[in-house]
């Protein structure tokens, strides 16, 4: 089973416009959420993180909400660019280190 | 600076046939990690390497096997390939603690056919 589940798989949005990924855990005991960008034939690669004692965090058009009681934090990307079309994966874990979960991944097209 | 470097990009298997992995990395990481990347299913952990000299099972390891060969160098085997592996793999290494970043590789596609 899905220990982070991520929605939606596929994103159509066009330019300017605000893309939003969302994704749920049910592990308490995870203390550090990342989101990971991925462009077609690369590995994943650090977008932005978060930790529980904070909301939210902000790095340039890049925005992560984290709602804990709710268990839900998702990625909004403001004033979408083509550029940014590419596969995102919110992920998971414990310690910040080790075993880190991902979720299974949203394309996202943003379309000119 | 080359980062995680994997070998090889692509290969061809057939059912039954074995080969093996490779991935290096010179950012002098502790921990290194072999994920498989599927359609639907996102990025499965199959092996990591806390430090050199140790391994760990992740959440689909049956029919892998793994060698930390030194700090450097971190191997995945599939001794007898099934078409159920055909899939996109990618080595990752980090520090033990801190941020907990991951850094992959380009990712190595494996078709079993």
């Known amino acids: 089973q899905q220990q982070v589940k991520q929605s939606p798989q596929s994103l159509i949005v066009q330019k300017g416009g605000i893309s939003i990924i969302n994704c749920a855990y049910e592990?308490?005991?995870?203390?550090?959420f990342p989101w990971y960008q991925q462009f077609p034939g690369k590995g994943p690669a650090l977008l932005i993180a978060?930790?529980?004692?904070?909301s939210e965090k902000k790095e340039g058009r890049f925005t992560i909400s984290f709602n804990k009681s709710a268990k839900q934090f998702s990625l909004h990307i403001m004033d979408s660019q083509p550029g940014d079309s590419a596969t995102y994966f919110c992920?998971?874990?414990?310690?910040?280190?080790?075993?880190?979960?991902f979720g299974i991944g949203t394309k996202l097209q943003v379309i000119p | 600076n080359a980062g995680v470097t994997q070998t090889p990009k692509f290969q061809v298997l057939k059912t039954g046939q074995s080969m093996t992995l490779q991935c290096a990395q010179d950012?002098?990481?502790?921990?290194m990690y072999w994920y498989r990347q599927d359609p639907g299913m996102g990025l499965r952990l199959i092996y990591y390497?806390?430090?050199?000299?140790?391994?760990d099972k992740g959440e689909v390891p049956n029919g892998y096997n793994v060698s930390r060969l030194n700090k450097r160098e971190f191997s995945l085997r599939l001794e007898s390939a099934a078409p159920s592996q055909t899939s996109v793999y990618f080595c990752?290494?980090?520090?033990?603690?801190?941020?907990?970043?991951?850094?992959f590789g380009e990712g190595s596609r494996l078709t079993v056919l």
């Open positions: 950012m002098n990481h502790n921990s």
């Open positions: 992920a998971a874990s414990i310690g910040g280190y080790q075993k880190v979960t």
């Open positions: 990752a290494s980090s520090e033990p603690t801190g941020p907990g970043e991951l850094f």
């Open positions: 592990n308490t005991a995870f203390d550090y």
């Open positions: 978060i930790r529980p004692d904070v």
């Open positions: 390497s806390a430090s050199e000299g140790t391994t």
